[in-house]
């Protein structure tokens, strides 16, 4: 069975840090991969989805990086992190691009920027 | 373009009483629909999906939904809910043809309350 995983589960980084958040799947291959923020009231903001290794679309423009080195393995970066970088991260995965695909999500990474 | 409405950000309901929580849709394409729970720093799960056949689709934890085309509506409802139902509702569709990426509602905090 296919298996989703991020990490770290919570994370509280100073203004100005570097940031890595890591997420990856198991049980499956060549996945689409997503990335999304919950801000407090302000619901799911698509932030980045890969199709492929190295393919990274980005939705909004924003201080975060997104890489897909590897097929099941998708890491949000920053190089400098600001107070409203602090949210709920959650990774998704869908298998192809067919609508009758579901989209699962991981358990999720709150951060905290102080 | 498409997009999800969700009409109510909060609903606060007794226990053991019925609730429906609203989704309106707008697409000038064939969509799939879907209704996703989360639970508090938790990631989303799939509560139930409408892909085709019957309008009245049935998902997890006594949880149902009706599309209705003509009212471009897929509203949840549960006929006693428990506190146990406490979280946060998301309604999403994608195109029912090749597509990326699910677009998903604002959502809808459900408080049980005692």
């Known amino acids: 069975s296919q298996t989703i995983h991020q990490w770290p589960a919570t994370l509280v980084q100073p203004v100005g840090s570097p940031l890595s958040l890591e997420c990856t799947v198991e049980?499956?291959?060549?996945?689409?991969l997503y990335w999304y923020r919950q801000a407090a009231g302000r619901g799911l903001q698509l932030l980045f989805y890969?199709?492929?290794?190295?393919?990274i679309s980005s939705e909004v423009p924003q201080n975060l990086s997104a890489s897909r080195p590897q097929d099941r393995q998708f890491i949000l970066s920053s190089k400098k992190l600001l107070l409203s970088d602090s949210g709920f991260y959650l990774c998704?995965?869908?298998?192809?691009?067919?609508?009758?695909?579901?989209?699962?999500f991981g358990a999720g990474t709150r951060l905290s920027v102080l | 373009a498409q997009s999800v409405t969700q009409l109510d950000s909060q609903v606060p309901v007794f226990e053991e009483a019925p609730v429906e929580l609203r989704c309106n849709y707008s697409?000038?394409?064939?969509?799939?629909l879907f209704w996703y729970v989360q639970y508090p720093n938790q990631g989303l799960q799939l509560l139930l999906k409408?892909?085709?056949?019957?309008?009245l689709v049935k998902g997890i934890n006594g949880f149902e939904a009706e599309f209705n085309k003509s009212q471009t509506s897929f509203h949840l409802r549960k006929p006693s809910v428990h506190i146990s139902d406490t979280a946060e509702y998301f309604c999403?569709?994608?195109?029912?043809?090749?597509?990326?990426?699910?677009?998903f509602g604002s959502g809808t905090q459900l408080t049980v309350l005692p």
């Open positions: 998704a995965w869908r298998s192809g691009t067919s609508g009758r695909s579901i989209q699962y």
């Open positions: 049980g499956t291959s060549n996945p689409n």
């Open positions: 890969s199709v492929g290794i190295g393919q």
């Open positions: 697409s000038s394409v064939s969509v799939y």
């Open positions: 409408y892909l085709s056949g019957s309008t």
């Open positions: 999403a569709l994608i195109s029912s043809g090749s597509a990326r990426q699910l677009t």
